[in-house]
């Protein structure tokens, strides 16, 4: 299968990512390099993996087959011909250094894979002179080798690394289609996918965190071991233990309120990781209990139906769009790098706070 040199420069697809990818795939010609764009969530750097997996697979039938020893070893990323350049941790900026060092490690040829990838992820967040030493490796990568590039937007790279590069649009899945992804590609329970797509709306990953499914690449040869001073949230149990104290946040007696609020700021505040699912959780919540008012059959928490019943006359349409009001001003403070533990308590005690102002 050679690399393709009489690919069109710059090529937007029209048909899904996946399809384009499938027919690259049959056609047994890789480009020398692609760009995945698309909303962080959209499964651009899964999809890469899955294509290094195909076009490495030792199945001829329809690949990959993910039992054979390249897709498993693609798969638990520990495949020394899978490169990954990424954001430093807390840094801004992909830099020239990281390019160089990239290409020490393609300058010899593939230790076992019939084609190297090399992904940079975040590639938006190259600097110029990063991007300007990267052009040379596009255009003419070393021996099988192909670039998968993934960003936002294409219009944030240098035009001469757009020239140089394939453009697959990811659009993000939403819904049916996505909890039917959920289903086929990651074996989740049809319902417990439908709830998480639901609630994610169009971010697989947080999806996949709302599932229990780790789906997080890392570097081949990274040995780290997992850092067990933060345990990990099953979000499974996580998100009913939400939903149970929110509707113990309504339900119990004024005295009770303030220790129920802050157990939960407490909880959601443990770490950075466990904030965007809490609060995706949340927004569900105040949704459906707003909606269950009018339509009950329209909830996104199914599986709470009768907890909502028994608390849906404790709230009014005013209330629940209130507490929404405040949730969306929490995010927007979160986002501008706010204490998460002192925003998550004003939000919980400012509900407290309206539900005494209406009290009868």
Not at 71 to 86: F, S
Not at 157 to 180: C, E, W
Request: a positive charge; one cysteine or more.
């Amino acid at each position: 299968m050679p690399l393709d040199h009489s690919m069109p420069h710059t090529e937007t697809v029209v048909l899904t990512a996946i399809s384009e990818l499938r027919r690259i795939i049959d056609s047994k010609k890789i480009p020398n390099a692609l760009l995945f764009t698309g909303n962080p969530g959209a499964g651009r750097k899964q999809t890469a993996f899955w294509f290094a997996k195909a076009v490495n697979c030792a199945s001829d039938s329809h690949p990959p087959c993910d039992l054979c020893r390249s897709c498993k070893k693609i798969d638990n990323r520990v495949h020394p011909d899978m490169i990954l350049v990424d954001l430093p941790e807390k840094k801004k900026v992909i830099t020239i250094s990281q390019i160089r060092e990239m290409e020490a490690l393609t300058a010899v040829k593939p230790h076992e894979a019939r084609y190297r990838m090399v992904l940079i992820s975040h590639a938006e967040h190259m600097n110029t002179q990063a991007q300007n030493a990267l052009l040379k490796g596009l255009e003419e990568p070393a021996q099988g080798t192909f670039f998968i590039l993934t960003a936002r937007d294409a219009a944030a790279l240098l035009p001469t690394i757009r020239s140089r590069v394939r453009v697959l649009q990811f659009k993000p899945l939403t819904g049916a289609p996505l909890a039917d992804h959920l289903c086929a590609s990651f074996k989740a329970d049809p319902r417990a996918a439908k709830i998480a797509a639901a609630t994610a709306g169009s971010d697989l990953n947080l999806a996949l965190t709302l599932l229990n499914i780790q789906n997080t690449p890392y570097p081949p040869g990274d040995n780290t071991l997992p850092d067990t001073s933060k345990p990990e949230m099953d979000w499974q149990a996580g998100r009913a233990w939400i939903m149970q104290q929110l509707f113990a946040l309504i339900s119990s007696p004024t005295a009770a309120k303030v220790q129920t609020a802050l157990s939960l700021s407490c909880r959601i505040s443990l770490d950075t990781d466990r904030v965007n699912p809490a609060l995706a959780i949340m927004r569900t919540f105040f949704r459906d209990l707003c909606v269950f008012r009018h339509t009950p059959q329209k909830i996104v928490n199914l599986d709470f139906f009768d907890i909502f019943q028994d608390i849906g006359q404790q709230a009014d349409d005013r209330q629940c769009l209130m507490w929404m009001s405040l949730l969306h001003e929490t995010e927007h403070r979160l986002a501008s790098n706010s204490s998460v533990r002192m925003t998550m308590d004003r939000f919980f005690l400012h509900m407290i706070q309206n539900m005494r102002n209406t009290t009868p």
